[in-house]
């Protein structure tokens, strides 16, 4: 009986053992599975974690790529503006450096020429400073040009009257083409202007005899109008050569014994020449006229101010923005404009640059007098470099 108990006491003690051995195996079991559930979703969420970092990561790079090229671009920019200001400035200082020097060369030359002029014994009628027969003035549509005014630095010869129209019957009767007689003082220019009927240029390449010729004649267009100083065309644009005073990129001689056309027209690049030379003489058989400089320029085109009857306006705005000098000279777009066109090479060695002087004709009741003229710091310059 007793060996029957402790037989059932062992059985249960064996079956209670499998029973702890089956709950822990289950119990493990339940763990594994639990386990890979959790680490599935601990996987996941990592792995979220993981695309939103990286996510946030490369935003924050794009962002910080997108900062360094703004950076740059504005630190570019910035430089580009600096270097600007500067050769503008550099530019600026050089320009008003060359003209100082120029301005002080021309006065040297001029000073000198006075010297030979003083010293010479020529009469010739061209150069007389006799008044002419109306009593002392120039007739010019009522404009009183005084024969005997002087001041400031200009000549006497300047105010006598002395238009260079007494050559114009004899230069006709050589060739019916001359039309006007176009004299500056203080230049070589003295000379007939002449007008083809039916060819504008005609005369490009012509001389007074209309045979071949390298210097030509001084010549206008045949739309050109002549008479009175009322019957004048708004612009009238006259053309000349310009073979010895046009050296690449070299500041222009002033006037020198020698020069012919509108060589000496160059004079006008210096803002001292223009304010003590700034009338120019154009007379035609029915009126000695006299115009005042207000304009004297650079410029790459022509057609601006050629072609402008009826936009006159614009062409006095652009003539005086172009302006190396600034005159102390009222302009509008009822005055008759005398312009005078020749080539340059100043701003390189290129054939599309023309250097202008574009004067006003006097204005009735109005005498001819001292001009002031300052160097335009802000002139508009050709976009021609060659």
């Known amino acids: 009986m007793a060996e029957t108990t402790r037989e059932t006491k062992a059985e249960r003690?064996?079956?209670?053992?499998?029973?702890?051995?089956?709950a822990a195996v289950a119990t493990v079991a339940m763990c594994a599975v639990i386990g890979v559930g959790v680490n599935g979703v601990v996987t996941a969420r990592a792995n979220t974690a993981l695309t939103n970092a990286l996510a946030t990561a490369a935003e924050a790079q794009q962002a910080q790529q997108e900062g360094v090229q703004l950076a740059l671009r504005e630190s570019r920019t910035a430089a580009e503006a600096n270097l600007t200001a500067y050769v503008t400035e550099a530019n600026q200082e050089a320009e008003a450096a060359l003209q100082k020097a120029a301005e002080e060369a021309a006065a040297a030359a001029k000073?000198?020429?006075?010297?030979?002029?003083?010293?010479?014994?020529?009469?010739?009628?061209?150069?007389?400073?006799?008044?002419?027969?109306?009593?002392?003035?120039?007739?010019?549509?009522?404009?009183?040009?005084?024969a005997t005014k002087t001041g400031g630095n200009f000549k006497a010869s300047v105010y006598t009257?002395?238009?260079?129209?007494?050559?114009?019957?004899?230069y006709q009767s050589l060739n019916g083409d001359v039309k006007a007689w176009l004299k500056i003082p203080g230049t070589n220019i003295n000379y007939p202007v002449l007008q083809n009927a039916s060819e504008d240029h005609y005369y490009l390449?012509?001389?007074?005899?209309?045979?071949?010729?390298?210097?030509?004649?001084?010549?206008?267009?045949?739309?050109?109008?002549?008479?009175?100083?009322?019957?004048l065309s708004s612009n009238?644009?006259?053309?000349?050569?310009?073979?010895?005073?046009?050296?690449?990129?070299?500041?222009?001689?002033t006037y020198y014994a020698g020069q012919q056309m509108f060589e000496s027209l160059l004079s006008y690049h210096y803002t001292s020449w223009a304010e003590q030379y700034p009338y120019i003489y154009y007379s035609t058989p029915s009126e000695e006229m006299a115009f005042v400089i207000f304009a004297?320029?650079?410029?790459?085109?022509?057609?601006?101010?050629?072609?402008?009857?009826?936009?006159?306006?614009?062409?006095?705005?652009?003539?005086?923005?172009?302006?190396?000098?600034?005159?102390?000279?009222d302009v509008n777009s009822s005055d008759k404009l005398l312009t005078l066109s020749t080539c340059t090479r100043f701003y390189g060695n290129t054939d599309n640059q023309r250097f202008v002087v574009m004067a006003r004709l006097l204005r009735p009741g109005e005498e001819m007098g001292p001009v002031t003229v300052t160097y335009n710091p802000n002139h508009q310059q050709p976009n021609v470099w060659g």
């Open 111 to 146: 000073a000198e020429q006075d010297r030979k002029n003083a010293q010479s014994t020529n009469t010739s009628t061209s150069d007389s400073t006799e008044l002419p027969a109306t009593g002392g003035k120039v007739s010019s549509g009522g404009r009183a040009l005084s």
């Open 205 to 231: 390449h012509r001389g007074l005899d209309r045979g071949e010729s390298y210097y030509g004649v001084l010549w206008t267009q045949t739309a050109t109008q002549f008479g009175t100083g009322d019957s």
């Open 236 to 253: 009238n644009v006259i053309y000349g050569h310009n073979w010895k005073n046009c050296r690449w990129n070299a500041a222009p001689s």
């Open 161 to 170: 009257g002395n238009t260079g129209a007494s050559n114009l019957s004899y």
């Open 296 to 329: 004297c320029f650079y410029t790459e085109g022509t057609d601006w101010y050629i072609n402008a009857e009826g936009n006159i306006s614009s062409v006095i705005s652009g003539a005086q923005s172009r302006s190396r000098h600034i005159f102390n000279v």
């Open 13 to 22: 003690a064996k079956k209670y053992r499998r029973r702890r051995v089956t």
